[in-house]
């Protein structure tokens, strides 16, 4: 299965990085530091060099407890850097946005794909990323970020999210996105205990039967605190484990904060399953 990100294919039989590119003042484990255009595009740099084939361009947090942004904010601060990674380096520029005027907007600057935390749950959304044509990560989640944590509840995890990414397929290619561009997440962390993060990490290959790519994201999460006990900038290793069973469970695309290791770690498994054909 081959995806076209705005005039980059790739097979998604294979794994990628996707580097994480915070350009918010309160982003959670890089301190804000890359909010001025030219440090994003710094780090971008550095993370397109260390091998990641996206930079996820994200403008609003949506870690838990985080508060929503305007979209006015939003796309302050996210269109001069996809317009400046756009213009310096040879990547696919992935928006972390669910709100449709910054979908349109980054899509015209140069971004090749849309992450969307909300699987296009906001109002013109669907349209929006229909009109961009370009790829879209759908992401599951139980509730907004402000409040996702506060009492997370399943009858079925795995059913749940499952059901939850298809009915939201079925309205988004109602909507005129195309099916060839969806591409699916569960959402780790995003309304969730960790017994049903790891619940879902465990179940991952069962989420190929919905028939598209899967993206996953865990670098630095709390589920790997919890389940470590270390602070979110001692948990490098936990991350780099957490990839590699995604890697091995047939994951499209990792999100990382740290691209060097991530893309060492997908590496191995790749040179393993070339081995096992
Ligand atoms: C993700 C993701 C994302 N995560 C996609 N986009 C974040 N497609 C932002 C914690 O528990 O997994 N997939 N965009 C970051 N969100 C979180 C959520 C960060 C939970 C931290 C936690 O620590």
Known sequence: MEINFAGRMLTMSRCYVMGILNVTPDSFSDGGKFNAP???LARAREMVVDGATFIDVGGESTRPGAQPVSVAEELDRVCPVVEAIA????????VDTSAPEVMAEAARLGAGMINDVRALQRAGAPEAAAAADIP??????QGEPDSMQDNPAYRNVRRDVSSFLTERMRVV???GVRSEHIILDPGFGF??????NIELLASLEQLHILGHPLLVGI?????????TGHDVNERLPASLAAATIAAMKGASIIRAHDVRETADAVRVVAAMKEAGR
């Open 87 to 94: 213009r310096e380096l040879d990547t696919i520029i992935s």
């Open 191 to 196: 309304g969730k205990r960790l017994e049903h």
């Open 136 to 141: 879209v990560c759908l992401m599951h989640i």
């Open 38 to 40: 030219d440090a994003a």
């Open 173 to 175: 290619e109602a909507a």
């Open 219 to 227: 670098s630095r999460k709390s589920m790997l605190g919890q389940i």
